[in-house]
């Protein structure tokens, strides 16, 4: 029953490769999010999702797209991958009307891909 | 935007030592902020959070922070911590009302020796 979960939890793969990575939350939130942790743990903020509507996309190269087919997924899409693109990178999921949970955002466990 | 500062990457500390771990963070509005932990190959789980009401808040494993709006901190303390408090540390802000531009500090590695 786990809250917020991605697939694949590890990601190895040739420059120039397309991949997906998925992102599935059964906590019946409303907004997802995407993150990317860099070697030196630093985490960034790449998408959100709200109702199916992006709302923040910060400057992150097209080759990266989020597709939701649904409330409760968030895909990540990675075109003509490149080094610089290896890191980990997580989903979040929070609710936007639950007192309890008020701004908290959950992570899955995170996928680390590798670019060689 | 808003932003967050962790002045330290690496805080090493003997078991049962008190431990504080600093964040300052800079924003023209309101903000939330928040404590994130990060075992070893896991993902961030929330620690605790300001939102708005007492200055300082606790999490159940005894972790605190208070809120110091004059100086612009949210530092993390522990009166004694375990070897299984051993993880990264992350310090986050948002801006109140727009939590979908969370930023997050570059972490602290807190290390507790036997």
């Known amino acids: 029953d786990t809250a917020v979960s991605q697939t694949p939890k590890y990601l190895v793969t040739q420059m120039g490769n397309d991949k997906s990575i998925k992102c599935e939350q059964n906590l019946g939130h409303d907004t997802m999010y995407w993150y990317k942790q860099d070697s030196k743990k630093f985490l960034k903020i790449m998408f959100s999702?709200?109702?199916?509507?992006?709302?923040i996309n910060e400057t992150v190269p097209n080759r990266f797209s989020p597709k939701s087919p649904d409330k409760a997924h968030l895909n990540l899409h990675i075109n003509s991958l490149e080094l610089g693109d290896s890191a980990v990178y997580f989903c979040?999921?929070?609710?936007?009307?639950?007192?309890?949970?008020?701004?908290?955002?959950?992570f899955g466990p995170g996928t680390r891909l590798l670019v060689l | 935007a808003q932003s967050v500062t962790q002045l330290d990457s690496q805080v090493p500390v003997f078991e049962e030592a008190p431990v504080e771990l600093r964040c300052n963070y800079s924003s023209s509005v309101s903000v939330y902020l928040f404590w994130y932990v990060q075992y070893p190959n896991q993902g961030l789980q929330l620690l605790l959070k300001y939102l708005s009401g007492s200055t300082l808040v606790e999490s159940i494993n005894g972790f605190e922070a208070e809120f110091n709006k004059s100086q612009t901190s949210f530092h993390l303390r522990k009166p004694s911590v375990h070897i299984s408090d051993t993880a990264e540390y992350f310090c986050?802000?948002?801006?109140?009302?727009?939590?979908?531009?969370?930023?997050f500090g570059a972490g602290t590695r807190l290390t507790v020796k036997p």
């Open positions: 999702y709200n109702n199916k509507e992006l709302i």
């Open positions: 986050a802000v948002s801006v109140k009302y727009n939590n979908n531009d969370m930023r």
């Open positions: 979040a999921s929070e609710s936007v009307r639950g007192l309890a949970d008020l701004e908290t955002q959950y």
